[in-house]
């Protein structure tokens, strides 16, 4: 029994450590995935601004709205409606 409990212990211990590192790489993941955010919301704003300046459509403040990047895509509609059937031609 008290094999048992040893190995039991062990196996926690080596679970516990695993969950440690793993937590720290999901903690440093999430940085560099902000920082690269920031980073494209930074781009896609100043690309907006000069696109707005070129066109004379910047918006209030000179910031453009910016996509929920995070949210699902939006559909393209490709498959809007009932597909439509072939009429049968008789032979």
Same mark, same amino acid.
């Given at each position: 029994?008290?094999?048992?409990?040893?190995? $039991?212990? &062990?196996? #926690?211990?080596?679970?516990?450590?695993?969950?440690?590192? &793993?937590?720290?790489?999901? &903690?440093? $993941?999430? %940085?560099? #995935? %902000?920082?690269?955010?920031?980073?494209?919301? %930074?781009?896609?704003?100043?690309?907006?601004?000069?696109?707005? #300046?070129?066109?004379?459509?910047?918006?209030?403040?000179?910031?453009?709205?910016?996509?929920? $990047?995070?949210?699902?895509?939006?559909?393209?509609?490709?498959?809007?409606?009932?597909?439509?059937?072939?009429?049968?031609?008789?032979?």
């Amino acid at each position: 029994m008290d094999r048992l409990n040893a190995k $039991l212990y &062990l196996q #926690n211990c080596y679970i516990m450590k695993e969950n440690e590192r &793993l937590r720290k790489k999901a &903690l440093l $993941l999430n %940085q560099e #995935n %902000q920082a690269l955010l920031s980073e494209l919301k %930074q781009r896609l704003a100043k690309t907006a601004v000069t696109k707005g #300046n070129s066109n004379g459509n910047a918006t209030a403040g000179g910031r453009a709205s910016l996509p929920d $990047l995070n949210s699902a895509p939006p559909a393209h509609g490709h498959d809007k409606g009932a597909p439509k059937s072939k009429k049968a031609t008789a032979k």
